[in-house]
């Protein structure tokens, strides 16, 4: 069975929508900022890579342990200033939304788990920085998100 990279994605955005994590949230990258209330966040999610982290060969079948990340830009304006409560909401947005990965959440299916401490990856991680989207100044926060596929999936070598 091949990863469905739709069912993760949407996954993930609702989870970002449904949890209260942003106002609004895309599939893709932005060519304009989406309509949110003023100091609210919004994101875009998209694959960032997919490979095979862990290969065993048991006479000829091999079980394939598959590692997708995904990345998640949270975006707050900060066209007007940059200001103690830009730095606050994205840093509070990216907390909840990494705490609510910690606990219960799941994809069910075909993720097997988030791989918060890398033990098939880097872990999950945070760059913070600005980006200019069609001439307003937002402040980002790229969230990596590295998860690992159920080994279910069998090749005959």
């Known amino acids: 069975m091949a990863h469905d990279i739709r069912a993760t994605l949407l ?71 940059v200001s103690e409560a830009t730095e606050i909401g994205i840093a509070a947005g990216v907390s909840d939304f990494l705490s609510s990965l910690a606990a219960a959440f799941t994809l069910g299916g075909e993720i097997q788990a988030v791989d918060f401490g890398g033990s098939n990856s880097g872990g999950v991680t945070t760059d913070f920085g600005h980006l200019d989207l069609n001439g307003t100044m937002f402040r980002i926060a790229d969230v990596t998100v590295p998860m690992i596929v159920n080994d279910d999936q069998t090749f005959t070598a």
Do not use: C, N
């Open 11 to 81: 996954a993930l955005k609702s989870h970002l929508t449904d949890g209260g994590y942003v106002a609004a949230a895309l599939i893709g990258e932005p060519t304009q900022p989406l309509e949110v209330p003023t100091g609210a966040l919004f994101a875009s999610i998209r694959q960032e890579t997919q490979d095979i982290s862990d290969l065993t060969l048991a006479t000829s079948i091999g079980i394939w342990t598959v590692r997708v990340r995904f990345h998640a830009r949270m975006f707050i304006d900060a066209s007007v200033t």
